[in-house]
């Protein structure tokens, strides 16, 4: 599947160098990573072919895992990650002779979400993390005092993504901590899609993904204790005040130069960030947008 | 004379008839040996990158008698598919239970009574089905029967393990038609007459004679069934629910040991702990449907008989 992909990648930055040849020196970014972030990275690439029409960044997703180790192996020039790199794969980097050089580029807010008609509006973290968590005591919507029109014996479907996604390592990591893992027998669905489209189907469900992929046929939980929660959204996640949102990351090798460093100083520009805004994700400093 | 002649122009160009003939003996042969070429180097293939897996960190009892599928954690990394092949078990077992009755019915029918054209177009038909993509055979699991299973049996969620073993077993059905089905053409026209010589009735000729005759190729079509059914992927991954879970009713999700490998390949680090684990499932994967492939092969040839 890697193998396929990066083929794919290799052919279409191929026809891409091929179709441009016309002209004068032109230079291609490789940019790979996170399924999070592939949208917005397409969109910049896209955006900045206006800016610098020399320069060509060929993007690819395969998840946040898949583009820092291909920064380990020094086969992209800027990787892209929904979570930060481990310990771990910073020493693999530098063992092989990378440097790589974290930069934020802006933050996601993760939704938590609901059917229609449950009838939940706020929920606590530590709620969140007995429903989700392994040993967790929450297994009906009657534990929380509720009961969810549809829904056969109340019974809470546990909707999850696939484990090497890197919004599953960062809402165990919000949600559960360090030390605790998820419980066994949680629906892990491959894409952040799937898991709106699932709930949006199941009663009894409850889900989480990037709020990019909110739509109106699901609910969203208001996350923090009672009366003081905080609804997701671009500008809680971009102040911090939502209790799950996390950074978006670009990693480069070494502090960016030339070609990769004008690239990354446009993405941080007002035009940049506001094109990560229009994709439904929090910029990483304030902008305003037309 | 002109025969001669022909004769002498043959023998001239028989150097070039000798090598056109070589050549495709080669092809031929290339052709034919290339199944093994292929089999063995991805066998070798898939030996090679679960091989660091098996001599490391590998644990017998923890790979095969644990539920704990938890290859990403942080803190304690677990590899147990046992929960695994529960998944993979129990919807196979009950698409066999769903396309033993089909593909037998539908064999029994093409293959002793319908004639002329009603038997060309069910085979045509029955062809047909065994071509429908497992990705259409998913989204139908996921779109029709998720909603039709909930609102039919009053369970939370209808991606179960009912599901994808229907599901499943109609996708396996055609493939077990056709060789039952050619197993019972199999059986001797005399057996037959003969039977109906001596009074017994069409049923009878079918449920004591023709059956048990075609015993043999009838088990090898139910073994290539469970085969495509340990192997298929897409179709189970979008209608088993993909949960890790250990099934105590036909209402609950579970996930497969091909599904676990398509989605978590593409996003792990290559020669990572949990990339070789996923491998080393494939080798069992493997292992698993070679040996099934080659029983249902060795039955189908009768070797049990002699």
Redesign the interface.
Known sequence: ??MT?SILMLASAGVLVVACSGGDERQVIQNKGSDTLVNVAQAWAEGYQTVDPNVIVAVSG?????G??AL?NGTVDIANASRAMKQKEVDLAKSSGQNPVQHIVGYDALAVFLHKDNPITQMSVEQLAEIYGENGATTTWTDLGVEVPG???Q?I?VVSR????GT??YFREAVLG??R??K???????GSKDVVD?VE?????IGYSGLAYANDHVNMACIGGEGDCVNPSVATASDGSYAIARPLFMYTNGEPAGAIKEYMDWIMSDTGQCVILEKGYAPAKSVTCS | MSEARAQASRVGQRNRDWYIDKAVEIIVFIGGISAIIFIVGIFVFITKEGLGFLADTFDFKEFFFSPNWRPTSEANPTYGILALMAGTASVTGLAMLVAIPFSLGAAIYVAEFATGKTREALKVLVELLAAIPSVVWGFIGLSIMNPLIIDLFNVPIGLTVLNAGIILGLMAAPIMTSIAEDALKAVPDRYREAAEAMGATRWQVIFKVVLPAAKNGLLGAVLLGVGRGFGETMAVLMATGHAINIPTSVFDSVRALTATIAAELGETANGSDHYQALFTIGIFLFIITFLINLSADLIVRGVRKG
């Open positions: 599947m890697n992909k395969g998840g946040s895992g898949t820092i180790a380990i829904c056969q014996d019974q479907v696939q484990n090497n996604s599953y390592a360090k030390e893992e998820f066994l027998g949680t629906r892990d669905m491959h699932i189907k199941t009663p009894c469900a």
